[in-house]
């Protein structure tokens, strides 16, 4: 794999954990985007605010670029195994704040990337899927362009 070292100078995080609102669409994909792309022994986890459930399209617009979650089902931040990410990437304001509150003791990173919500799409399954597709999207463009793991960097 091609170094993942930021502009910044910024190394590619050890332990990684997304969050959203319900661990079940932006988080997940992210969380199967970041494993394809960052250096293997990369630590990636994700998790929500509150319980959800899987959401089929998601795993529709993955195996469009060849990723799948698994047997993988939706986490809460309460479920988490291990406590510990150099960083933490938020996809929604709900889940930004309670990052916020969760670490305010902690000397952890937490960065908010917003991410639009595809579940406010309406239409036909081919426009619902369109909007899906846009989220992974942008989470493959912040993840794999090495240059979104600071504050510093707020842009695609």
């Not at 919500?117 to 597709?133: C, F, K, S």
Request: proline share 7%.
């Amino acid at each position: 794999m091609a170094d993942q070292t930021p502009a910044a100078g910024r190394a590619t995080p050890g332990a990684v954990l997304f969050v959203c609102g319900m661990n079940a669409i932006r988080s997940p994909m992210a969380e199967a985007i970041a494993r394809s792309l960052l250096p293997q022994g990369t630590y990636i986890a994700s998790a929500g605010v509150r319980p959800g459930e899987r959401d089929p399209f998601v795993d529709t617009v993955l195996a469009e670029i060849g990723l799948d979650l698994g047997s993988r089902q939706p986490q809460t931040l309460e479920e988490l195994e291990d406590d510990y990410f150099d960083i933490v990437v938020t996809l929604a304001p709900e889940a930004h704040h309670r990052a916020l509150e969760l670490t305010r003791t902690q000397a952890v990173e937490v960065i908010y990337w917003p991410m639009p919500d595809p579940t406010v799409a309406t239409g036909t399954r081919e426009r619902i899927l369109e909007a899906y597709r846009e989220v992974r999207d942008m989470l493959k463009l912040k993840i794999g362009s090495g240059t979104a793991w600071s504050r510093g960097v707020t842009g695609v």
